[in-house]
């Protein structure tokens, strides 16, 4: 975690304005409303436009496969250095599929041994995102082996949602929900 105390504070449900409860409504529905979103609060109009791309990203709308999408979502996090990021997708990569050891490699990448030639575009892609904020040409024809057009758009689409929700975790100070544990390797940044 970057900081250890927030920015911009979570609203409190004792504060939140009737648009704010209208915005929350569908996660409580569900259960509990997490940091992101309580922090998120703070901006209503920002935060009903991210609910409705991230909704994208998240959904079966988006056509990449959740496993697939969680490894890029997860490359992500641990290269933005996002310890709430990580915390919140490793649960939801390990209910899409993911394994505890295909998790752990993540953070050490494509060059990891043990991944299928598509796990590696995906890795290689996230990577070259991250790094160049585009994907090379070696990179783009791998994934073009494993992936159709919509697919590879959803690739990109993921990696920079999930660098922008990296940003904003990292720049509000959002802190990890109750019960939630920091992985170590994502300490002290």
């Known amino acids: 975690m970057r900081l250890t105390t927030p920015r911009i504070h ?27 979103f309580r922090t ?19 959904s079966r709308k988006s056509t990449l496969p959740p496993r697939e999408r969680e490894i890029v979502i997860l490359r992500t996090g641990f290269l933005c250095k996002s310890g709430y990021e990580w915390t919140q997708h490793v649960p ?16 050490l990448g494509a060059d990891a041994p ?20 585009f994907v090379t040409e070696p990179v783009w024809a791998e994934l073009t082996k494993h992936f159709n057009e919509q ?20 720049t509000f100070g959002v802190q990890l929900d109750e019960g939630q544990t920091l ?3 994502l300490k002290g940044f």
């Open 183 to 185: 992985d170590p390797d």
């Open 151 to 170: 697919q590879r758009m959803d690739i990109v689409f993921a990696v920079g949602q999930y660098t922008q929700v990296s940003m904003l975790l990292n």
């Open 114 to 133: 043990g991944w299928s030639a598509a796990d590696t575009s995906l890795l290689r892609a996230a990577d070259d995102l991250h790094r160049e904020y």
């Open 40 to 58: 998120m609060l703070t901006h209503p109009a920002a935060a009903k436009a991210f609910l409705t791309w991230g909704g994208y990203i998240l």
């Open 10 to 36: 979570p609203v409190t449900a004792e504060k939140w304005t009737e648009e704010q409860r209208e915005i929350v409504a569908p996660m409580q529905a569900r259960g509990r409303i997490i940091n992101i």
């Open 92 to 107: 939801i990569g390990q209910k899409a599929g993911l394994t505890d050891a295909e998790i752990a490699r993540i953070k």
